[in-house]
């Protein structure tokens, strides 16, 4: 098992410096993905990457959203030989310190997706909280399964072999639908999964792309594709459930 890091960036300086020194004690390859950023944080991770010879800086010329960034690097982990790729969001959300209990569960059982399942404390901003459960019985809905429990973490492991080979079978939402898809796309080919508690905040001086309405549409495509999916394949999927 060859392990990776891959962080999607779009105009989030504040916690990156800091981000890379603290995955520097785990001694794996970081793939970081510039997604069109401005001048100001493009500058500082062409410094970071010009500095460690362990970051490999991937860039986009014009934003095309974090689900597309993802993507790109999930595809350079694979080029570049690794087994796995843990994702980690650049913004400060998410509790670094849980790293390795998400490479024990991605070591443990290499054949899994392993995904962040949240904690939220008093940070989190109510109408996001309230959103996530829409998306939550949608993703039940359309994967039969209530394996995944929160499909839009954007901490978690993939098994680069099974999501490259879905990644290449589909097309996808290029922006915060691609989280969730994803998922669900593993789950239809039987992926097992594994949920990882882990603590999210949103700290006072993060940084959003999250918009209400672009967004929200481009979940509702996501999820309106998905459930069409999910009818064409149910016979395959209830065969799963009765074999597994």
Known sequence: MKHCFVIPVYNHPNYLEALVQYLNEFQLPIIMVNDGSDIECTTLLR????KNPWVEL????????????VITGLLKAKELGYSHALQLDSDGQHAWKDI????????????????????????????????????????WINSLSFEIKDSMCGFRIYPLDSTVAVLNKAKFQPRMGFDTEILVRLKWENVPFINVPTHVI?????????????????????????????????PKLIYFKVKN
């Open 100 to 139: 390795s209990k998400f490479l024990d569960a991605s070591k443990n059982n290499p054949s899994a997706m392993i995904i962040g399942k949240p904690v939220f404390d008093a940070s989190v901003p109510k109408k996001r909280l309230y959103g996530r459960y829409a998306t939550h019985i949608w993703v």
């Open 202 to 234: 949103y700290p006072e001086d993060g940084i959003s792309h999250f918009n209400a309405l672009r967004d929200n549409i481009g979940l509702t495509k996501a999820h309106s594709r998905l459930f069409a999916g999910m009818l064409i394949r149910l």
């Open 58 to 69: 991937v860039e986009h010329e014009v934003n095309q959203g974090k689900g597309q960034a």
């Open 47 to 50: 410094d970071i990457s010009g």
